[in-house]
């Protein structure tokens, strides 16, 4: 059955963005991640206009992320502390974010500059998660030689001002630290429609060394503030929200998203995230691939990158 | 009246009496009528069909076109950066330009029509392409190029559509000689006023043209939620924020009461 979509200007396959949904609700579920880094490159493959894609995929990001933060509050897995540090730097960067996609649709280069950060990044963190889970569960003695490694990242978070102890996750850092990072990701939620959760998992795992399980909840509860954010100001701003098909999103997301939490409380934290650093990769293959290879189309519709 | 004013008014009358039979013969009756000449855009829309029907003269060919007024449209232009990698380079102004562009002849148009008669009417992607104005271009070569870009690109949206043939009789007048053919009208038309124009085609020339109108508009609940995010954007954003929240806990709290797998 097909569907109209008011904004979107389109018709779709009722089943395509539920199915769409159910499989990115289940990530987010299973790894803390908004899952809009595979969302928004889907839907525009399926024949969304981007922005509507980015903006409706932040939209959906909302429900699924209610969803699975309650799941894994539930259990005791949120470091409320820790989230509305990270949340004070992310709604920054939201404003932040929504202002830089005008000034960087004005510059000649921005979009070589997004996608070479974006490959980059997401490169740079799934090899090293790749590599660091790996090489952990292969060798027990490397977990005595790591600290050796990142002692000097970690004396200089030490010596950072405005250390506090966050209980949940039983960890003592920098006020600055979440702060910094949440904006990080609040400006990359806004300008690539991404809730910046398969950044914010890595940072909080290797950086601010909190629990594997306790990360998803946070990461979760994170995302799901600053996707409110973006979705508002998108809707407000660029009128790019399309509310029917984040409803069929949604569908699918917010119960992909609870047997996530179910399957995730049965695989370890090195399993996560070798799972997770896997589907990053694959993601920057892809756009690897579509840098590189000729497109069959070589004209398109504004506003997207 | 003398008998060389008299062969002067004979010879006027005489040839403004064939002047007129001729017309009649060939021409006398080219009508168009679109029978779904208002579409509307509900939740189950999934596209249309559009027939186009009418009364023509037997030995003149047919041209029907459906296009939307013209406009301009900017496109991102994608070039290589470094010499390896694809990206947006650019935009592209395409002046003077349908959204939608649909033809159906009854024969190739360039075997029915002057390249003359096909540029004044716009009949035919060659004549569409002298029509559009395309900028920044350095060069013809660049711009045909650009436009063979823009081609492809609205035929992937099925917004440009070209074909000979299909054409048959009028069901609705069998006793006459009458012409009927249909369009797929493609969901991705946005909703406005649309032109159907037909022209009876002759010795490579157009010799009459009928037009009739389709109207695709919203309604209901799909007209309502796209106004409301274009002119009660802060609500609408509340309300898309509010129900996933809503749809979020509601099924967390179902999965909750459900398992025991939390």
């Known amino acids: ?305 | 009246m003398t008998r060389k004013t008299f062969a002067t008014f004979a010879a006027v009358f005489i040839m403004l009496l064939v002047s007129l039979l001729n017309t009649d013969n060939a021409l006398a009756c080219l009508t168009a009528r679109a029978n779904h000449d208002h579409i509307t855009i509900d939740f189950f829309y999934n596209g249309s069909e559009v027939s186009v029907r009418g009364i023509s003269d037997p030995d003149v060919d047919l041209v029907v076109k459906i296009t939307s007024p013209d406009g301009h449209q900017d496109l991102k232009e994608k070039g290589k950066v470094a010499g390896a990698l694809w990206m947006n380079v650019g935009t592209l102004k395409f002046e003077d330009t349908p959204n939608l562009y649909m033809l159906q002849c009854t024969k190739k148009p360039e075997e029915i029509l002057s390249a003359s008669e096909m540029e004044k009417y716009c009949i035919g992607f060659p004549a569409l392409e002298k029509h559009v104005g395309i900028s920044p271009v350095e060069s013809e070569a660049d711009r045909s190029k650009w436009f063979g870009e823009f081609l492809k690109f609205k035929q992937s949206k099925n917004l440009y559509f070209a074909a000979d043939g299909g054409f048959g009789p009028n069901p609705d007048k069998p006793d006459q000689h009458g012409y009927y053919m249909k369009f797929a009208w493609p969901y991705q038309a946005p909703p406005g006023d649309y032109l159907v124009t037909v022209y009876a085609v002759k010795d490579h020339k157009v010799v009459e043209t009928a037009t009739s109108k389709v109207t695709v508009e919203q309604v209901g609940a799909v007209k309502a939620l796209a106004n409301m995010a274009k002119n009660n954007a802060a609500l609408y954003g509340i309300l898309s924020v509010l129900s996933a929240l809503g749809a979020g806990f509601g099924v967390g709290i179902v999965f909750g009461k459900g398992g025991g797998a939390h």
């Open chain 1, 1 to 305: 059955m097909h569907l109209y979509l008011p904004v979107a200007l389109t018709s779709i396959n009722v089943l395509i963005p539920v199915g769409l949904g159910l499989a990115v609700g289940l990530l987010s579920g299973l790894f803390g991640v908004g899952g809009g880094f595979l969302m928004t490159p889907l839907l525009i493959m399926f024949g969304i206009p981007s922005t509507v894609a980015a903006a409706t995929d932040s939209n959906q990001i909302v429900a699924a992320s209610t969803s699975g933060t309650y799941a894994h509050w539930r259990v005791g897995n949120v470091d409320f502390k820790m989230g509305l540090y990270l949340l004070v730097g992310g709604f920054a960067g939201g404003l932040v974010g929504v202002q830089a996609i005008k000034i960087l649709n004005a510059m000649g280069n921005a979009d070589f500059v997004i996608k070479m950060t974006y490959v980059l990044m997401l490169g740079g963190v799934g090899g090293y998660m790749l590599y660091e889970s790996l090489t952990s569960m292969k060798k027990k003695q490397v977990a005595e030689e790591a600290p050796r490694v990142e002692s000097k990242l970690v004396r200089l978070l030490a010596s950072l001002p405005l250390q506090t102890r966050f209980e949940k996750s039983g960890v003592t850092h920098s006020l600055i630290l979440p702060i910094f990072f949440g904006g990080g990701v609040g400006v990359l939620a806004a300008i690539m429609g991404v809730g910046g959760g398969f950044l914010m998992v890595p940072v909080m795992v290797y950086i601010l060394r909190m629990p594997m399980h306790v990360v998803v909840g946070t990461s979760l509860f994170q995302i799901l503030f600053t996707c409110i954010e973006v979705t508002f100001l998108q809707a407000y701003s660029n009128h790019s929200v399309d509310f029917t098909l984040a409803v069929l999103l949604l569908l699918g997301s917010t119960i992909g998203a609870q047997i996530g939490a179910v399957f995730g409380r049965k695989l370890k934290a090195e399993q996560l995230k070798i799972y997770l650093a896997i589907i990053v990769l694959a993601v920057t293959v892809k756009i690897v691939f579509e840098l590189t290879l000729t497109p069959s189309l070589l004209l398109s519709l504004g506003g997207g990158h």
